[in-house]
């Protein structure tokens, strides 16, 4: 075990959910993980209040993970989560962190699927039920003892359950449970209808607010870019691109992802390195002063591992995973501006992330301004400013050291001096794509986050929410359509794009915009001869499943 595991051991969890951690990567709890805990694995009630992003799901996961019998084949956890996505992301949560707790089972209970199976797992002895209220109500009426062994109850974000209409279900599902259970809620806001609940329904909960103390950071630009959390990586690619930096501290949340990043970045070249709590302190010394001396120009780390760097050459640091906390979110960032110099800060912000980005602007009392992903152009432009700028000091000197050179080379090669100096250009550039033709076919398709916020809609035939988001403006002469395959099925932009250029035979400049979501994604094709191009693609499939394209009615 690594020296910062123990920032989980030491709250007291099972030895099998620590395994589990570090198998994840965890390296040490979040504010809000580090209160919640203890006081869980107590077994107190509590109220918790968090932003979203802050780690809320593992600071009940955990303890309850510790404190179920897994012999028993009962239920004995009941989660309540507003929406279905969030219900499945709470289920899997509670995987990942049992993965080494044989016997322990997990159900997930939601609308928009059929009851038939969620309550055969149910009969087959989940221990834990995660659930949207609307769907747990109706199991209760079909079983009423349902509930009858839950020992601890947690309401997830129970604002935005209350938001969406949910305040009766939730009455029915209390008075469905022992009354001797335990019973959390976790809340970004507490208005006067949660704590009314908590009057009602709590015991002597204890409450832990993750407080924001004001910062101050000067000298530091501070700007974000929203995107979602799949094209991270492509973003940060993008980014460097025309970001003028000298040494950059990227910061993520996990050793696999410091891992992957730095990866990432040494593929295109740039010399990059992951810092991380499973890399031994002699070896971490040796990677700061690699950045130190130029040997590095990014480091890509996690909060643990960076502590205390001190690299006056940092011009840059990307938060690309969200901070916890605006605390950490100021530390982080006065990586950069160091000795009186001005630094850069970059925060990517994922749509369910951008109250986290408020909280941040409220603390420090400034404006974080957004930015968008530089377009081709502004790569290439870029591009060719760093050849500019490393080709100028030269031409003074090299004429007189290397212009015989030349001279003889264009009359052995018997070609002219521009064509010589374009072959020269070429294999110093290492084939490096420097028009913009190529600059677009080489940068991959990131698509966008809709504006302005996501909404989120009652599916009401389901009598579920469903996250939506409004899709971006059209382009002229183009028609949206929609195939039912999303990031879900393992789809990309580029499988999709292959499949149309392919079957459909259509050049690349006659598709526009590829978004894909978790469920669906739209693509925009030319209005004419759009049946046509359906035709052909009617029986076309994408990662083994039928593409059916279909025109997008916008609403
Ligand atoms: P919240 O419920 O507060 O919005 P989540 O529980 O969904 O936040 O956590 C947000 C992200 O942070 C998840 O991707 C999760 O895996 C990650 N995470 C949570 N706790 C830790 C930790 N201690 N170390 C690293 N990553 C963490
Ligand atoms: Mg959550």
Do not use: W
Request: aromatic content about 4%; overall charge positive.
């Amino acid at each position: 075990m690594t020296q910062e595991s123990g920032g989980f051991a030491a709250l007291g969890l099972h030895s099998n959910i620590l395994a589990a951690l570090t198998a994840v990567g965890y390296e040490e709890p979040s504010p809000i993980q580090a209160q919640a805990i203890p006081v869980i694995l107590e077994g107190h009630d509590m109220i918790g209040q968090a932003q979203t992003g802050t780690g809320k799901t593992a600071a009940f996961a955990l303890p309850l993970l510790s404190k179920i019998d897994p012999s028993k084949r009962e239920p004995q956890v009941l989660i309540l989560a507003p929406t279905r996505e969030l219900a499945l992301q709470v289920a899997t949560a509670f995987e990942t962190y049992s993965k080494q707790m044989p016997g322990v089972n997990v159900v997930a209970v939601y609308g928009g699927a059929p009851m038939g199976p969620q309550l055969k797992a149910l009969r087959m002895g989940a221990q834990i039920i995660v659930a949207t209220p609307g769907r747990l109500v109706d199991h209760l009426r079909r079983d009423e003892k349902l509930l009858s062994t839950i020992q601890h109850l947690v309401l997830d974000e129970a604002d935005e359950m209350l938001k969406l209409g949910f305040m009766d279900d939730l009455e029915v599902i209390f008075e469905a449970m022992p009354e001797s259970r335990q019973s959390v809620l976790f809340s970004a806001t507490l208005p006067h209808s949660i704590r009314a609940i908590a009057e009602k329904h709590l015991r002597e909960p204890k409450h832990i607010k993750i407080a924001a103390k004001t910062q101050t950071v000067s000298r530091i630009e501070q700007a974000h870019l929203m995107i979602h959390a799949d094209q991270k990586v492509n973003a940060v690619l993008r980014l460097l691109e025309v970001e003028e930096f000298d040494a950059l501290i990227a910061f993520v949340r996990t050793k696999q992802a410091t891992l992957d990043l730095a990866s990432a970045l040494e593929a295109k070249g740039y010399k990059a390195a992951a810092l991380n709590g499973d890399i031994a302190q002699n070896q971490r010394e040796r990677v700061i002063d690699s950045l130190k001396d130029g040997r590095l120009d990014i480091v890509v780390a996690t909060d643990v591992a960076a502590r205390g760097i001190d690299v006056p050459r940092i011009t840059h640091v990307f938060n690309v995973d969200m901070p916890y906390d605006p605390e950490s979110y100021v530390h982080r960032i006065g990586r950069t501006g160091r000795a009186g110099r001005d630094g850069r800060a970059l925060l990517l912000v994922t749509p369910r992330e951008r109250r986290m980005l408020q909280v941040i602007e409220r603390v420090t009392g400034q404006k974080v301004g957004e930015v968008k992903l530089p377009n081709p152009q502004q790569v290439l432009d870029a591009r060719i400013k760093r050849l500019t700028a490393s080709l100028t000091p030269l031409v003074s000197e090299a004429e007189a050291s290397h212009g015989d050179l030349l001279d003889r080379l264009i009359a052995d090669i018997g070609c002219s001096p521009r064509a010589l100096a374009a072959a020269l250009l070429k294999k110093a550039t290492n084939g490096q794509a420097l028009d913009l033709a190529s600059v677009e076919r080489e940068q991959p398709l990131v698509p966008g986050v809709g504006a302005p916020r996501e909404r989120r809609e009652r599916d009401t035939a389901r009598g579920e929410y469903r996250e939506r988001r409004a899709p971006l403006p059209l382009g002229e002469g183009r028609v949206r359509c929609r195939t039912a395959l999303g990031t879900r099925d393992g789809i990309a932009a580029k499988n999709l794009l292959g499949a149309i250029l392919n079957e459909g035979g259509l050049a690349r400049e006659a598709i526009g915009r590829i978004q894909i979501r978790e469920t669906f994604s739209l693509v925009e094709l030319p209005e004419e001869g759009l049946d046509r191009l359906l035709g052909k693609l009617k029986d076309t499939r994408v990662a083994g499943k039928a593409l059916k394209l279909r025109r997008y009615r916008e609403d």
